[in-house]
C-alpha cells in the first residue's frame, strides 16, 4: 500500500504557530512527517491563548518570508483565511472564499500546490454543506475534521476525515500506539494523529510526546508520511 508497507503513521497540526518549530525538530530527530494548517491572513500575529483558564500561552505565527523553510520536508495545508466556524457563515462564496483563497496563497509560499485543509474551530466546524462545498468548489482534495474515531481503518470520505486521536490524550494514544505496533495486518492500517503545537506548553507535555516519538518511529513496517502522502 504505501511502498509495500501496510501499515502508515501520519500527523496534522494546525494553525502555523511559533512552537511548530520546536515541534518539527522532534519529528525530524525520528524520521517523522506531519502536515501543518496555515491561516494565509493570519500570517505574522502575534497573540496569547487563556487556556483552561490557568495559563497563558503563546499563539505566534510566522510571517509568511518564513513559511516555506520552517516546513520543508512537511506538508503545508490550507485552515481557512481567518479561521471562522465555517458551519455559521450563510453564504455559501464566503466559505469558498475563505478556503480557496487561502490555499491559493499558501501555495504561492510553500512552491508547490496545497490541497489539503482542516477544519478551522472546535465543537461543530463541519457538516455535509460545508464539505459539499469545498468537495465541489475548491482544489481542495482531503479534508479533517477533529472528530476522533480512535480507529486504524481508511476512510471513503475524505473531506470528512476523521483522526484517530488527538495529541493530549496520551493514555490514549500510547494504547493505540501497542495495538497498532502489534498489528501485522492484512488491510492498510492508518494511525492519524492531529493537534496544535502549543498545546504541549501548557503542562510542559513535550518530552512525554517525545517518549510517543520514540515508541511509534523507526519500525521497518511502518510508513511515516505527510497527510498528503498517506491519503492520496
Not at 493514555?171 to 493537534?195: R, T
Amino acid at each position: 500500500m504505501w511502498n509495500g508497507k501496510m501499515k502508515a503513521v501520519t500527523f496534522s497540526y494546525d494553525d502555523g504557530i511559533t512552537q511548530d518549530k520546536r515541534f518539527i525538530k522532534l519529528l525530524n530527530k525520528y524520521g517523522l512527517k506531519a502536515t501543518f494548517n496555515l491561516n494565509a491572513e493570519k500570517l505574522g500575529e502575534k497573540h496569547a491563548l487563556w487556556l483552561e483558564d490557568r495559563a497563558t500561552i503563546a499563539h505566534c505565527k510566522f510571517r509568511p518570508v518564513e513559511v516555506r523553510a520552517v516546513y520543508e520536508g512537511h506538508e503545508i495545508a490550507g485552515h481557512t483565511l481567518t479561521h471562522p466556524r465555517l458551519t455559521t457563515i450563510e453564504d455559501d462564496a464566503e466559505i469558498i472564499r475563505q478556503v480557496e483563497e487561502d490555499r491559493l496563497r499558501l501555495s504561492e509560499l510553500a512552491g508547490y500546490e496545497v490541497v489539503g485543509f482542516a477544519y478551522p474551530c472546535g465543537g461543530v466546524n463541519f457538516d455535509d454543506r460545508v464539505s459539499d462545498l469545498i468537495r465541489k468548489n475548491t482544489g481542495v482534495k482531503y479534508a479533517r475534521t477533529i472528530v476522533a474515531n480512535h480507529s486504524f481503518d481508511l476512510q471513503e470520505d475524505l473531506f470528512q476525515f476523521k483522526p484517530t486521536a488527538h495529541h493530549l490524550s496520551f493514555d490514549q494514544m500510547f494504547a493505540h500506539a501497542e495495538e497498532f505496533l502489534a498489528m501485522n495486518p492484512d488491510s492498510p492500517k492508518l494511525f492519524y494523529i492531529w493537534g496544535h503545537s502549543y498545546e504541549f506548553d501548557l503542562d510542559d507535555t513535550w518530552e512525554t510526546f517525545e517518549e510517543f516519538c520514540r515508541l511509534i518511529s523507526g519500525k521497518d513496517d511502518i510508513f511515516y508520511g505527510t497527510n498528503k502522502e498517506v491519503l492520496l
